[in-house]
C-alpha cells in the first residue's frame, strides 16, 4: 500500500501554490543562469580548442622590418619544422575618429575568420571589420568608413579567430573593442590601399599540435624558434657586416690620418706604395695596443659574427687618403644607420603569451567557480526557507505528528512525509532550469559573452558536470539542509509532540515588557520575538539580495568615477612613444621620459605587465621628488599590491627573465596605470641605456613635427580610459542580471517569510477580529513588527554588504584582474537598495493585509489547540 | 500469563522542590478482550500510565509486557514496530490531518498494518461512509474522533488505546462513540484500555481501576457491566 500520507503533497502544494510557486520560478531562474553558464562558457572553450584546426589558428607571429626572401621563409621553415605564413597588415585609424583598423592582405590560409553576419569582400573597396567592434561604434552592413582617404563598405562583420579579445597590442593592460579591429579586404584591395604603415608579420604553425594547456612544451618551442631566427638573422645580416666592416675600416683609417695631419705631417710623403706600407704597418700597431674603437652598434653587430676581423690593407689606406670629407661624413651616416637596414625582428609572439587570443577564453568560464557558489549559497538560503516553513508547519501539526507517532509512524517515515515537497520543487526545478539554462538563458548568456568578447560561432555541447553541478548539488543541498533542521525538530519524542511541548530550552519564560509601552507596540515586540528563526533567514535573505543589488548597481558609478580619476591624474594629454632617439621634436612643450614595462610574478595575482617610468629631474608633468636609489609607484599599484613605503617591488624582464628590485619611497597619484617612476638617469643605469635615451615624450600639445614613421604609438587620453570602457560594455549585462536576481531575491524572502508569519497566527489573528481589532489595527500588529525587520535589515546589511563586496573585490576581483579600480559604493547605490527593498516589501504587505481580511473569525472557535 | 502484565511502574517528572511523583508503583494485569476504564480525577496519573503503556513515554521503574514482552526492553525503534503491530490510539483530541478527506485519514492507519480492515467496511461501521470524501473541518466533532477511531481500528490493534476519547464532546455523541468503541471491542476483539474522568464511562468496561495520586485506589472486575447505549450521566 502507498503511503497515503502522499495523497497529502499535492493538496500541500496547491494549498500553499504561492510559496512554492516563487520559490519554484526563482530556482528555475538560478539553475538557468548558473547553468547557461556553466554551458555556455564551456561550449565556447570546446569551440574555441575545434576552432585551432579549424581556423587554422597560428601558434605564433613574428613582424620582420622588411618582407622576408622565400628562401629566409625555407630555411625557417625547416629548421623550426613549422609553417610560416606571409600574415601581412597595416594600420589605419577610420577618418575623424580614434578607431584603428589593422587589415590584412591574407586571411585565406591561417587565422581563417568565421563570417558572422554578411558576406565577405569581393570589391576592392569592401571591407569585413570585426563583429564587437561594428556593434559597438554602430557601423552596419552597407555602412561605410574612411580608411587612408578611400571610402570603404562594410560587406559584413566576422569574428578573427587570433582576436578574441580585440587587444591593439599585446603590451596593453586592456582591450577595447570600440577603439581597435581587424578587418580584412580583398587582396588587390589592399595593395590599393597604399598604407605607410605596414608591418611585415608572419603567422607560423608547428607542425605538430601543442595543446593551449601545455605551455611548457609551447614555451619550449618557442626558444627553439627564437634561436632559429637570431641564426637565420645573422645568416641574412651577413652582408650587411662586410659592408659595415668596409666602412669602418675608411672610418678607422680616416681618424687616423687626421690625427696625424694634426701632428703637421704631410700625407703625400706616404703616397708610395713603400710609404703607405711603412704607415699602415705604424698604424695597425697603433690600433693593437689601443684597440679597434668602432660605433656601439658596430661593435655589438660584429659580437655576433667572432669570424669577421678587420683587417687594414694598403688598398684601404689608399682609399683612405683619397677620401673627401663628404666621403667620410657620408660613410659615418651609413654606418650609423646600417642596422636600420638590417633585417631584424619587430615583434615576437608566441600563441600562449598572446592576449588577443587568449584572454577571453580564459577569462570565459573562469567566474564559474563563483557563479556555481553564489548559486549553491543562494540554494543553502532557499533551503534555509523551507526549512523554516517547514518547521513552522511541524509546529502547526504537532498533535497529528504525535498521533501519527504514537500510532507506529517511524521518524524516518514523518522526515520523509515533510521532505518530499521541498526536494521535489528542486529536483523539477533543477530540470526545468537545465532546461531554461540551454535554451532561453542561453542565449542571454551567451549575449554578455558576445558582448565583450569577439568568439567565432559556437555549437552547445550538452555538459555532464554542468548537469550534475546544477542539478544533483542543489538537490543534495536542498536534502541535507532540510534533513538537518526537519529531523533534529521530528526527533523529538512522541509525547512531546502531542502535548505540543517542541521547545528544546525547556519552558519559555515570557520576559518582561515595560507596561510603560503602549499594548500594541509590546504586541509587536512579541510577535518580532515569536518569529526570530523567520526573522534571521529574513535578514540573510536581504542581506543576499542587497549584495547582489548593490553589486548590480556600483559598477556603473564606479567606472564613471574611475574614468575621471584617470582623466584628472594623467601625466599628460598625450605620450608619444618613439620608434628611435632620432625622433626630435621642437615642442618646448614636450619632455622626454624613458619607459619599459616588467611582467610581476607573485604567483597570488594574475600576471602583469607594470609600466616603469624614467623621468627627468625636475619634471613639469611628473611632479614629484624621487629620492635617489628609490621609486615612487603609482597610489593604484601600491593599493592593488598592498603595498608599504619601504617595501621592495620585485620585478621581471619577460624576455630575458633577469629581476629588477625597486624599493618605494612613496607613492605618486596616477589611476590610469600600475607604474613605477625613478629618475631617469637611474633609469638609464639600470636598463644599460646610453647616456642620452629616452623612449617618448609627454606633451599637453599635439607634436606635430615628428615624423610618422619615428613614432611607435600614442597614448592619449581615450587610450587610458580603456579599461573602464571596455568594462562598461563587459559587465552591463552581467549587472542587469545582477540586479534582477537581488530583487527577486528581496521578493522571494520577504513574500514566504512574512506569509510564514501571518500563517503562524492565524488563530490568534481570528482571535483578535473577534475581540473587536479592525483588519488594519491586525495588520499593524504583524505586518508592521515584519515592516520593522525589513527596514532596519535594510539599513544594518548596508555595511554588512560593503564590507562583502570590498571582500569580494580584493580577494577575488583584483587577484583575477589585470589593472586596478578603486573600490568605492556610491551612497545613491545603497539608497536605491534601500528603496527597491521597500518598495518591494510595500507590495508585498498589501498581499499580507489582504490574507489578513481573508482569515474567518470561526478558526478561532473551531481550533482546539 | 496475562495479556498485558504492568508490574510497579513508577514515575516522577521535575526535580528537587517541583518534583512531582506521578505513579508510585502500579501493578495491573489486563487479560486479553478485556475492555479496561482507568477513572481518577486531574492529576491521578492515568494518562502518564496509559502512555507507557502505549510506549511513548517511559517508567522510572518496574515493567509493561505485552503478551510476555518487556517494552522496557525495547529499543526506540521496536517500540516504533511495537505501536505500529499492536496499538491503535484514541486522544481526545482528534488529530485529524485536514488536507487529507476522511477516508484518507483512516487509510493513513490502514498503511501501518500488513492486513488491515476493509477501509470502506469501517467506515459503514462507524458511520462516514457517506462522509468519506469529506475533510475533517467539514465534520463535527463526533464525526472527526470517529475518524479518529476509525485511524486507529483499521490495523485491528491487538490493543485500542484511548485516551479521554469523548472529553471534548457531547453528552449524545459521546455515547455514539462509547458505542463505538464498544462495538469494535465486540467486532474485532481488542483489549481496550480507556482513560477518562467520567465516572459513569466505568459501567460499560470488564474491570475498573481507579487511580488517584499516582496509586490505585481501587481495582475491581464490573459484575454489573452494562451496555454503553445505557450509560447515564
Redesign the interface.
Known amino acids: 500500500?502507498?503511503?497515503?500520507?502522499n495523497?497529502?503533497i499535492p493538496?500541500?502544494l496547491v494549498?500553499d501554490l504561492g510559496k512554492y510557486l516563487v520559490i519554484f520560478v526563482f530556482m528555475v531562474l538560478l539553475i538557468g543562469l548558473v547553468s547557461s553558464f556553466k554551458v555556455v562558457g564551456e561550449s565556447i572553450q570546446i569551440s574555441f580548442a575545434e576552432g585551432i584546426e579549424k581556423y587554422n589558428m597560428e601558434d605564433g607571429h613574428v613582424v620582420f622590418s622588411e618582407k622576408i626572401d622565400d628562401s629566409i621563409v625555407s630555411l625557417i621553415e625547416e629548421k623550426a619544422n613549422l609553417t610560416l605564413y606571409d600574415f601581412e597588415y597595416f594600420d589605419e585609424d577610420i577618418e575623424g575618429t580614434y578607431a584603428t583598423v589593422r587589415v590584412y592582405k591574407d586571411r585565406s590560409e591561417v587565422n581563417t575568420p568565421c563570417i558572422m553576419e554578411g558576406e565577405f569582400p569581393k570589391a576592392d573597396n569592401e571591407i569585413v571589420l570585426d563583429r564587437l567592434f561594428a556593434k559597438n561604434n554602430d557601423i552596419k552592413i552597407g555602412d561605410t568608413i574612411v580608411l587612408n582617404g578611400r571610402e570603404l563598405v562594410m560587406t559584413g562583420t566576422a569574428a578573427f579567430p587570433d582576436y578574441s579579445c580585440l587587444f591593439e597590442s599585446n603590451s596593453d593592460s586592456m582591450f577595447d573593442s570600440t577603439i581597435f579591429t581587424p578587418a580584412l579586404m580583398t587582396e588587390s584591395g589592399y595593395d590599393m590601399m597604399e598604407s605607410a604603415h605596414v608591418s611585415h608579420n608572419y603567422a607560423w604553425t608547428y607542425e605538430e599540435d601543442i595543446p593551449r594547456e601545455d605551455k611548457k612544451t609551447a614555451d619550449k618551442r618557442s626558444s627553439e624558434l627564437i634561436d632559429v631566427l637570431e641564426d637565420v638573422l645573422i645568416d641574412a645580416n651577413e652582408k650587411y657586416v662586410d659592408e659595415a666592416i668596409a666602412a669602418g675600416k675608411l672610418l678607422i683609417l680616416n681618424e687616423c690620418l687626421e690625427k696625424i695631419k694634426a701632428q703637421g705631417m704631410d700625407l703625400a710623403m706616404f703616397d708610395s706604395d713603400a710609404g703607405r706600407d711603412m704607415l699602415l704597418e705604424q698604424i695597425t700597431d697603433a690600433l693593437d695596443e689601443e684597440g679597434v674603437d668602432l660605433s656601439e652598434d658596430f661593435g655589438e653587430i660584429l659580437e655576433k659574427y667572432p669570424d669577421k676581423e678587420i683587417k687594414l690593407t694598403a688598398d684601404d689606406l689608399k682609399i683612405a687618403m683619397k677620401a673627401t670629407q663628404s666621403d667620410v661624413d657620408a660613410t659615418d651616416e651609413y654606418l650609423e644607420n646600417i642596422e636600420n637596414r638590417m633585417l631584424t625582428v619587430e615583434d615576437y609572439l608566441p600563441r600562449y603569451q598572446n592576449q588577443a587570443i587568449n584572454f577571453g577564453i580564459d577569462d570565459v568560464g573562469s567566474d564559474s567557480a563563483v557563479v556555481v557558489m553564489f548559486g549553491y549559497i543562494v540554494v543553502a538560503v532557499i533551503a534555509f526557507v523551507f526549512a523554516v516553513t517547514t518547521n513552522n508547519t511541524i509546529i502547526s501539526?504537532a498533535?497529528?505528528i504525535?498521533?501519527?507517532?504514537?500510532?507506529?509512524?517511524?521518524?524516518g517515515e514523518v522526515i520523509r512525509h515533510y521532505m518530499v515537497l521541498p526536494v521535489m520543487v528542486t529536483f523539477i526545478a533543477a530540470i526545468l532550469g537545465n532546461v531554461f539554462g540551454y535554451t532561453v538563458m542561453k542565449n542571454a548568456m551567451e549575449a554578455i559573452e558576445y558582448n565583450s568578447f569577439s568568439f567565432a560561432t559556437y555549437r552547445t555541447v550538452w555538459n555532464a558536470d554542468a548537469f550534475l553541478m546544477t542539478t544533483i548539488v542543489p538537490i543534495i543541498l536542498m536534502f541535507v539542509i532540510n534533513l538537518v533542521v526537519i529531523a533534529n525538530k521530528l526527533k523529538l519524542?512522541?509525547?512531546r509532540f502531542?502535548r505540543r511541548d517542541l521547545s528544546r530550552r525547556g519552558k519559555k519564560k515570557a520576559f518582561r515588557l515595560s507596561t510603560k509601552m503602549p499594548i500594541l507596540t509590546r504586541f509587536r515586540i512579541r510577535v518580532i520575538f515569536q518569529n526570530i528563526p523567520n526573522y534571521i533567514v529574513l535578514f540573510l535573505g536581504i542581506f543576499l539580495g542587497g549584495v547582489l543589488v548593490v553589486f548590480g548597481l556600483m559598477f556603473g558609478p564606479l567606472l564613471e568615477d574611475y574614468a575621471n580619476l584617470v582623466v584628472e591624474s594623467r601625466i599628460a594629454d598625450y605620450q608619444y612613444i618613439v620608434t628611435n632617439n632620432e625622433a626630435v621634436t621642437g615642442n618646448t612643450d614636450a619632455e622626454k621620459f624613458a619607459m619599459t614595462g616588467l611582467m610581476t610574478f607573485d604567483t597570488k595575482y594574475k600576471e602583469e605587465e607594470i609600466s616603469i617610468y624614467g623621468i627627468e629631474a625636475g619634471s613639469t608633468y611628473v611632479c614629484a621628488e624621487i629620492p635617489e636609489g628609490k621609486v615612487l609607484v603609482s597610489n593604484i599599484l601600491k593599493k592593488k599590491f598592498k603595498l608599504d613605503d619601504g617595501d621592495t617591488v620585485k620585478l621581471r624582464d619577460d624576455i630575458t627573465g633577469k629581476e629588477y628590485s625597486f624599493e618605494i619611497a612613496g607613492e605618486y597619484k596616477y589611476d590610469a596605470a600600475l607604474a613605477v617612476f625613478m629618475n631617469i638617469d637611474e633609469y638609464r643605469e639600470m636598463f644599460d641605456e646610453s647616456e642620452d635615451y629616452f623612449t617618448g615624450y609627454f606633451s599637453n600639445e599635439e607634436l606635430t613635427d615628428i615624423a610618422s614613421e619615428d613614432i611607435y604609438t600614442i597614448i592619449t587620453i581615450e587610450d587610458l580610459k580603456k579599461l573602464s570602457n571596455q568594462m562598461k560594455i563587459s559587465m552591463g549585462s552581467m549587472m542587469i542580471f545582477m540586479r534582477l536576481f537581488g530583487v527577486i531575491m528581496f521578493v522571494l524572502i520577504m513574500y514566504i517569510l512574512s506569509k510564514q508569519i501571518i500563517e503562524k497566527n492565524t488563530t490568534s489573528i481570528a482571535m483578535t477580529k473577534i475581540l473587536g481589532f479592525k483588519n488594519g489595527e491586525i495588520g499593524s500588529l504583524y505586518i508592521v513588527a515584519t515592516s520593522v525587520v525589513v527596514l532596519l535589515s535594510l539599513l544594518i546589511t548596508a555595511p554588512l554588504i560593503h564590507g562583502t563586496i570590498n571582500i569580494l573585490m580584493n580577494e577575488y576581483l583584483y587577484l583575477k584582474m589585470v589593472g586596478y579600480i578603486p573600490f568605492s559604493v556610491d551612497k545613491s547605490c545603497y539608497v536605491k537598495m534601500y528603496l527597491m527593498g521597500v518598495a518591494t516589501y510595500a507590495v508585498i504587505s498589501v498581499f499580507q493585509l489582504i490574507k489578513i481580511g481573508r482569515i474567518p473569525k470561526v478558526i478561532a472557535l473551531?481550533t482546539?489547540? | 500469563m496475562s495479556f498485558i502484565e504492568i508490574k510497579g511502574i513508577k514515575k516522577h517528572y521535575g526535580e528537587g522542590e517541583s518534583r512531582v511523583d506521578v505513579l508510585n508503583g502500579i501493578d495491573i494485569e489486563i487479560e486479553k478482550g478485556e475492555i479496561v476504564v482507568l477513572l481518577g480525577p486531574s492529576g491521578s496519573g492515568k494518562s502518564t500510565l496509559l502512555?507507557i503503556i502505549?510506549g511513548?513515554?517511559d517508567a522510572d521503574d518496574g515493567y509493561i509486557a505485552i503478551n510476555g514482552e518487556k517494552t522496557a526492553n525495547m529499543s526506540e525503534?521496536d517500540l516504533?514496530?511495537?505501536?505500529?503491530?499492536h496499538?491503535?490510539?484514541v486522544?481526545q483530541?482528534y488529530?485529524?490531518?485536514p488536507?487529507?478527506n476522511i477516508k484518507?485519514n483512516v487509510?493513513?492507519?490502514?498503511?501501518?498494518s500488513d492486513k488491515?480492515l476493509e477501509t470502506d467496511e469501517i467506515l459503514k461501521t462507524l458511520g462516514l461512509y457517506e462522509h468519506r470524501h469529506k475533510l475533517p473541518?467539514q465534520l463535527s466533532g463526533g464525526q472527526q474522533q470517529r475518524t479518529?477511531i476509525g485511524?486507529?481500528i483499521i490495523?485491528n490493534p491487538d490493543i485500542l488505546l484511548c485516551d479521554e476519547p469523548t472529553g471534548?464532546l457531547d453528552y449524545k455523541t459521546s455515547k455514539e462513540i462509547l458505542k463505538l468503541i464498544e462495538e469494535v471491542n465486540h467486532k474485532y476483539g481488542n483489549t481496550v484500555i480507556m482513560v477518562t474522568h467520567n465516572d459513569a464511562i466505568k459501567n460499560m468496561a470488564d474491570r475498573v481501576i481507579k487511580l488517584r495520586d499516582g496509586a490505585i485506589r481501587k481495582e475491581y472486575k464490573n459484575e454489573t457491566k452494562v451496555s454503553a447505549a445505557d450509560l447515564d450521566w
Open positions: 500500500m502507498k503511503n497515503p500520507l495523497k497529502r493538496k500541500e494549498g501539526e498533535g497529528v504525535g498521533t501519527l507517532r504514537a500510532s507506529g509512524y517511524t521518524v519524542s512522541p509525547l502531542l473551531k482546539l489547540e | 502512555n502505549g511513548i513515554d525503534k516504533t514496530l511495537y505501536r505500529r503491530k496499538l491503535g490510539y486522544f483530541q488529530n485529524l490531518i488536507n487529507l484518507e487509510e493513513v492507519g490502514a498503511y501501518l488491515p473541518n479518529s485511524r486507529a490495523k471534548a
